[in-house]
């Protein structure tokens, strides 16, 4: 049991290292309902996690999750205690409900594309969270995100959950990306995290700006090629212009005056 239970855990850290760039140490995030259920379970976190996932584990808690341990008094006084052996991290924001403080974190620690497809996992301050809980609103929120591994306790061991539907599918695309030629891979790494973006770039690069604009200085030129109404227009009014003009030269001194008197009557006639 014991040594299925670890094969499985060799195995599915191997998913999130292979397609997700994260490798140890391994940062955690732990919340108060995790560490009562660890004193319930009589499971050290600190010593059974490096053994369960086979690498260096950093624990990590909020402002936010050890402020409510505070809250709740002797009930998690057990929790605050084990808690406040990890690293803190500090929140900036006002005191919030810890599953949506630690939710905030696992956003911001996720991967994107370019670091997922170089395996290199995160720069900076990002941080490739574990989340460790017991909470189920928080489970399933973190669920919702690609790349979030999740721990909780059952028989009395932590475990590991298989990955999501979503951390699949997202494995597969970016598998698919690795497989790319490589100059279109640094494309891809020179986008942001979505997949979709990458395609809207290229319509833009290969689309129609600079031809279009061409056509459009092209085409008032070439008149008469493949001619719109607005040039029809355009070009009847020209007629009729030219035509008078030649009508009027044509005629007789005596005839134009006789039809300008033609005229002058009849707009002062009708008055
Ligand atoms: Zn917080």
Partial sequence: MKHKRQKNAKRLVKFYAHNFGITAPYNVLVDGTFAKQA??????????LPKYLEGEVKLHTTTCGLYECEQMGSLFYGPLKVLRQYKELKCS???MNPVDCLFKQLKKGRPNTAQALAGTGF????M?????THDPTLSRKARTLAGVPLLFIANNAICLEKPTDKSKARAKKLLNE???PSHER?????GSADEEEPKKKKKKIKGPNPLSCKKKKKTPALHGVQHSEISDGAKKRARKRRRRGKDEADLP??????LMKLVLEEAWGGS
């Fill in 123 to 126: 720069k900076g301050r990002r």
């Fill in 93 to 95: 924001h006002q005191p």
């Fill in 253 to 258: 001194d005596e005839e134009k005056q006789r």
């Fill in 186 to 190: 640094e494309k891809l790494k020179e």
């Fill in 39 to 48: 004193l319930i379970n009589k499971i050290n976190i600190q010593e059974q």
């Fill in 178 to 180: 690795k497989l790319l």
């Fill in 128 to 132: 490739n969270f574990f989340i460790a």
